[in-house]
């Protein structure tokens, strides 16, 4: 069982980086339709980072 939740993690992660990479690599974190927990894999492999706009929060991708 645990095999099939990490492909839909990985799945689901890759295609959020993809939305990311058509929108610039970033994107306000209020309009993305990923969980908390796909956000928060990403975070944990240092992929993503979240930065205070001072307006909200930006979605980026670790360059």
Do not use: C, W
């Not at 295609?15 to 990923?34: D, E, T, V, Y």
């Amino acid at each position: 069982m645990a095999k099939s939740v990490d492909n839909y993690v990985e799945r689901t992660s890759a295609k959020l980086l993809r939305s990311l990479h058509q929108n610039g690599g970033k994107a306000p974190l209020h309009q993305i339709q990923f969980t908390n927990s796909i956000i928060q894999y990403l975070l944990d492999k240092k992929l993503l980072q979240i930065q205070n706009t001072g307006h909200g929060f930006l979605l980026k991708i670790v360059e």
